[in-house]
């Protein structure tokens, strides 16, 4: 008999492993020091925002190895640290104002490679270095802004509709509104029930009051929007932090995990993301202009818009951000120009209404407030002082009356309109958020990890590549092929995944050495049992690789069991363990049973009593 | 082939099963009473602290730092030196109403006492209690469904005999592991835990390496007692759970050399684990069936697999 698989079964195998070689190809070229600028609000990148930089860095005669623009991001790489570095602060100067300019690790991936969309394996913090939070958020707070909201809801309601009540007091969980009467206690009642949804509404008779509830479903979407919308806050001021490729993402129901690559300073991480910021609308005073020595006139304040342009604001509030429910963005009915639409809870709407009533045609600004507190260094000690950055975001003419629902126009650009409404939404933490556990890993630190983790790997491959190549000879080449195939199969996998490798991961790595071996051994022990039964070589083959099967398809799937088991538990590094893993025990499946009986096929299995050295 | 000599086997396995087995109880008796009694010492992973790793210019004196620490109002610290005399590891108590930046400044302020020995900091890690509780719940439920897992797969591809067999035999590892770290009170963490999970696969699939064989020979030998086929299996999968357990034990050993003190507990586990589950997949797995009364007729049932005659 002959061993042999048909043509088509070859090319597919063969296919898989040049796909394997490919993909795993981008994690062996490293990566550039450079320097990432991202637009700010409103700011663009395009030809020309290359050109400036170009233009920049060649006043200040730095040489970059490449400067590449796409959609979103101009990015330059370099041969060294220190030119990035230098040239960071050049670029921050000169265009630092539309601009975020950040330090970045760009994957060397060369063009061909990126042409077919291979992309190198993505570092962990453990091997990069950088700080990472888990904040958790706090619920409690979340449900009982939520319901301090209703009261407030009710109490305009109420008022409009000139119910006269005594009280409205949360109470605990509940809502208690309190009435003089029976009568108008029910009058409330339905009034509330057709005006307020979500609320579950009893009546105590006996103290003529309301007992107001929130719903389950409310309750949860308060807890969920709470957690969602803390997420936007922190993705928008990690943005402003300019770290280049931030991960903040939910974790369990209340948690969130923000990783900050490469950033060393955690003072100045927590202070932005701790930062409050909040949102007034002021009516613009077009009665006086701005004086020559920059004084404003009485009841008035002046302020600055993004562009540094100084505009003269009335001193009385409108209505605080607090009281912005919910701002999405769009397109205006009637102009077809861009909006951001904005929903304010009841006392914001009554007050709007009172303000616009009486002021149709003039202007009114939004003007955003963030508290950002600082830390320098004076004299060796810190210094912690809070900072009040106060900017006009907008302008518009009031042209009609408008309440409770409005919509701001007057914007240049979709992209404004977008920006604007995730700042009224995102603008401050929904609920107060606590920081639960926070790890911080030194650059250094990343790197004589990476270095250890390669290491022990390179390490424990030769060593088993050399015992299996001198139990088994000519079968051990083959397995030890085997093995080089399957490290990139896992490699090209997590590239194409755009997994995290972590010092777990790579462990996973090395142990997947050892354990997907073990396939070849068990197909090998195998043969050589069925030599010493005296059977052909070629029979032995056969033997060996048919009966090893369902051993090794057993064994696999119990270790995947482990494995994926590990999923569970895993947070950050060890579900980097238990990826490698999963992938390596799948993949080794198909390694060592196909490529191994590939590659024995074509030494040994066209011929007819030869001798295996095994 | 079909009839088979007085003795097929090299070695008795089961012929000394009685000493293996009472070797494991005693151990396992051992890890048992050193976890009651001490308990593991779990890393802030699980407690809840934070962890400070700072490199000293000169080498450090740890009782100082640890007196230092204390006066300082933080109770009980754990400091310790790794690797160097330069590079010291604290480990503190949840803090209350203490911690990050806030934190950091006060023990690196401590630290920097003695100005003519200034420590760098490279890492610090903060959990909260809160965390670690829930990590406990989750880690827990992780082992128990791995074991539950694995009990129902062996079960379906054996025989319930078996899968107890492989379980208890499963569980037997993970007790020695915990044992060991127990016993000699070294750091536990979440890495550690993944070894003891990933070692429940492992020794499993050592195991179920012998079992396979086991029940194939039961089909292929026709005669023979059920000790003696299992001796068999046991003698002919052995050079193949050698090989296999001393190139796993290489990788790891590389790892627990020269991968670094993060991953070093890790390795340690996994060393153990490797020794303790190719013995246990050799011994105990195969004793503990063959007690709870395997017999061939469990696993002649069906299963049209003809193998045995089916050769080329």
């Known amino acids: 008999m002959r061993n042999r698989y048909p043509v088509w079964k070859n090319l597919l195998i063969l296919t898989v492993l040049a796909f394997g070689i490919i993909y795993s190809l981008p994690n062996f070229f490293g990566e550039d020091p450079s320097v990432q600028l991202s637009p700010n609000r409103g700011a663009k990148v395009d030809q020309s925002t290359a050109i400036q930089v170009e233009k920049l860095l060649a006043d200040a005669k730095l040489k970059a190895k490449k400067v590449e623009l796409n959609d979103k991001r101009v990015l330059v790489r370099f041969a060294d640290t220190d030119s990035q570095i230098k040239a960071e602060e050049i670029l921050k100067m000169g265009l630092g104002d539309n601009y975020t300019v950040a330090l970045n690790l760009a994957p060397a991936t060369p063009g061909w490679l990126r042409a077919v969309n291979a992309q190198p394996m993505y570092l962990g913090l453990d091997l990069r270095g950088g700080v990472h939070f888990m904040l958790q958020v706090d619920m409690d707070a979340a449900v009982l802004q939520a319901q301090e909201r209703y009261a407030e809801d009710i109490r305009t309601l109420l008022r409009e509709n000139k119910i006269r009540y005594l009280g409205v007091e949360r109470d605990k969980s509940t809502i208690l509104v309190k009435f003089q009467d029976g009568q108008t206690m029910a009058q409330a009642r339905e009034v509330i029930k057709k005006e307020i949804r979500g609320l579950q509404l009893e009546l105590v008779e006996a103290e003529n009051t309301v007992k107001v509830k929130i719903g389950e479903v409310e309750i949860r979407e308060v807890r969920k929007l709470a957690v969602a919308q803390n997420i936007t806050t922190l993705r928008n001021r990690v943005n402003e932090l300019g770290v280049a490729e931030p991960v903040i993402q939910q974790q369990g129901e209340d948690r969130i995990v923000v990783q900050l690559p490469g950033v060393q300073d955690t003072a100045r991480a927590k202070e932005i993301l701790g930062a409050t910021a909040t949102l007034e609308f002021r009516l613009v005073d077009s009665e006086h202009v701005i004086g020559p020595d920059d004084k404003a006139p009485l009841g008035s304040r002046i302020y600055s818009d993004r562009s540094g342009r100084k505009i003269l604001l009335q001193r009385k509030i409108i209505v605080t951000g607090d009281q912005v429910v919910d ?94 409404a995730l700042l009224l939404r995102a603008g401050a933490l929904a609920a107060p958020v606590d920081i639960v556990e926070e790890r911080t890993v030194g650059p250094s630190l990343g790197k004589e990890n990476i270095e250890q983790g390669e290491r022990s790997f390179l390490i424990g491959f030769a060593l088993v590549a050399v015992v299996v190549l001198l139990y088994y000879k000519a079968f051990g080449v083959i397995a030890n092929l085997t093995l080089v195939f399957n490290m990139a199969l896992i490699m090209a996998i997590l590239s194409m995944l755009q997994a995290t490798l972590t010092l777990p991961g790579i462990a996973g790595f090395t142990l997947t050495v050892g354990m997907a071996v073990d396939a070849n051994v068990l197909i090998y022990e195998r043969i050589k049992e069925e030599l010493r039964n005296g059977v052909s070589p070629q029979a032995a083959i056969y033997a060996g690789f048919d009966r090893a099967f369902a051993t090794i398809f057993d064994s696999h799937i119990t270790n995947l069991l482990a494995a994926i088991m590990l999923f569970g538990i895993g947070s950050g590094p060890v579900k980097g363990f238990a990826v490698t893993l999963t992938i390596g025990i799948i993949t080794s499946l198909f390694t060592a049973v196909t490529c191994t009986r590939m590659m024995v096929n074509w030494v040994y299995g066209e011929k007819r009593g030869v001798k295996l050295w095994i | 082939m079909n009839q088979p000599a007085p003795r097929l086997y090299k070695i008795d396995f089961l012929g000394k099963r009685h000493i293996a087995v009472w070797a494991s109880v005693i151990l396992s008796i051992a890890a048992i009473v050193s976890l009651a009694a001490q308990g593991l010492n779990f890393a802030i992973d699980f407690t809840g602290g934070t962890v400070v790793e700072v490199e000293f210019v000169s080498p450090a004196d740890v009782v100082q730092i640890r007196q230092n620490l204390e006066t300082n109002g933080f109770n009980s610290p754990m400091v310790q030196l790794f690797g160097t005399t330069r590079d010291v590891l604290i480990r503190l108590a949840p803090q209350e109403n203490l911690k990050g930046e806030e934190l950091k400044n006060r023990v690196m302020g401590i630290l920097n006492h003695d100005s003519a020995n200034r420590a760098e900091l490279h890492r610090i890690e903060f959990v909260g209690p809160q965390v670690g509780e829930d990590l406990v719940e989750d880690s ?56 003891v999970l990933t070692i429940m696969g492992y020794s499993l699939n050592d195991t179920i390496v012998v079992f396979d064989r086991i029940r194939e020979n039961f089909r292929k030998l026709r005669r023979g007692e059920v000790v003696e086929v299992m001796n068999i299996s046991i003698n002919e999968t052995l050079n193949r759970t050698l090989m296999t357990s001393f190139l796993t034990f290489l990788t790891v050993l590389a790892m627990a050399l020269f991968g670094g003190e993060i991953i070093h507990n890790f390795a340690i586990a996994l060393l153990i684990g490797i020794v303790v589950g190719t013995y246990s997949s050799i011994y105990v797995a195969s004793a503990l069936a063959l007690k709870l009364g395997v017999s061939r007729a469990d696993l002649l049932v069906p299963e049209k697999e003809g193998a045995a005659d089916n050769r080329p």
Not at chain 1, 335 to 347: D, E, K, M, R, Y
Not at chain 1, 358 to 375: F, H, Q
Not at chain 1, 395 to 413: E, H, M, N, P, Y
Not at chain 2, 146 to 166: D, K, N, T
């Open chain 1, 327 to 420: 701002a999405s963005s769009g397109l205006d009915q009637q102009s077809g120009s861009p909006a951001v639409f904005i929903s304010l809870n009841g006392t914001g709407a009554k007050k709007m209404a009172d303000t616009t009533k009486e002021n149709i045609g003039k202007a009114m600004a939004v003007v955003y407030i963030e508290n950002k507190t600082e830390t320098r260094e004076l004299n060796g000690e810190k210094v912690t002082s809070k900072k009040k950055v106060e900017e006009v975001i907008n302008v518009a003419t009031i042209r009609d009356r408008f309440s409770k629902r409005f919509q701001i126009t007057g914007l240049d650009t979709t992209d404004e309109a977008r920006n604007l």
């Open chain 2, 140 to 195: 827990g439920l992780a082992l128990l469904y791995a074991s539950i897992g694995i009990l129902i797969y062996v079960a379906l591809r054996f025989e319930y005999r078996f899968s107890l067999g492989a379980i208890l035999a499963t569980l037997h590892d993970v007790i020695m592991i915990l044992g060991f770290f127990s016993v000699l009170q070294l750091e536990f963490d979440l890495s550690v835990l993944a070894a």
